[in-house]
């Protein structure tokens, strides 16, 4: 089986633009969380969706959203982005009434 | 809330010597505790599990850890270091009550010297 999928790995973007980041997750798998890590806060948790809904979320201002489609796949935005916001975002897949998450190699966010 | 203390955010241990990588958990339910590997610009890998039974749990890589209730811990363990092993490791707490989230501990980034 494929792993997780993140697109783009690497992306710059400047201090006020939006960004949108994508995650095809393992095949079978319906529900797909995001992480922010940072070197200063460590790993995390923004949101999870299941079956296009989202289950869960974490303390993130409202610039920060998701979305999940039927095929599982998920997006996350984050508009009027600020320096702050520079980090690796991980994408996670888990199998439906599994807690392990498997995870993808991220996408590498500057904001410039 | 829930809680992940790694102690010691560096170890450094010698090939073939002993690794210990510790982890305390704050929670008031029974939890599913995760250890995971990062490498430099990657994401990370799953090691090992611990969600029922066992409390022994062995995973990939040479790697295993013990699930203390009693002491709230889950410590990860490696009878012999090896070069490769170098890279940061992350306890993690899941509840089963909160669908997929996971609390993360700050991380330990593990040295192996030659």
């Known amino acids: 089986k494929a792993g997780v999928t993140q697109t783009p790995r690497y992306l710059i973007k400047t201090r006020g633009q939006q960004v949108t980041l994508s995650c095809s997750p393992i095949?079978?798998?319906?529900?797909v969380s995001w992480y922010q890590q940072t070197p200063g806060q460590g790993l995390q948790f923004l949101f999870e969706?299941?079956?296009?809904?989202?289950?869960n979320k974490g303390n993130f201002p409202g610039r920060f959203s998701g979305r999940q489609f039927s095929n599982s796949r998920s997006e996350m935005n984050v508009s009027t982005l600020e320096l702050g916001d520079s980090a690796l975002y991980l994408c996670?897949?888990?199998?439906?009434?599994?807690?392990?998450?498997?995870f993808g190699q991220g996408t590498r966010l500057t904001v410039v | 809330a829930q809680s992940v203390t790694q102690l010691g955010s560096h170890v450094s241990v010698s090939e073939g010597a002993l690794v210990l990588l510790r982890c305390n958990y704050s929670?008031?339910?029974?939890?599913?505790l995760f250890w995971y590997v990062q490498y430099p610009n990657q994401g990370l890998q799953l090691l090992l599990k611990?969600?029922?039974?066992?409390?022994l749990v062995k995973g990939i890589n040479g790697f295993e850890a013990e699930f203390k209730k009693s002491e709230t811990s889950f410590h990860l363990t490696k009878p012999s270091a090896h070069m490769s092993d170098a890279a940061e490791y992350f306890c993690?707490?899941?509840?089963?009550?909160?669908?997929?989230?996971?609390?993360f501990g700050q991380g330990t980034e593990l040295s192996v010297k030659p």
């Open positions: 611990y969600t029922t039974g066992a409390t």
């Open positions: 969706y299941f079956s296009e809904t989202q289950r």
């Open positions: 996670a897949s888990s199998p439906s009434g599994q807690y392990e998450a498997f």
């Open positions: 993690a707490v899941a509840l089963y009550n909160q669908g997929g989230k996971l609390i």
């Open positions: 095949s079978g798998h319906r529900s």
């Open positions: 929670s008031s339910v029974p939890p599913y």
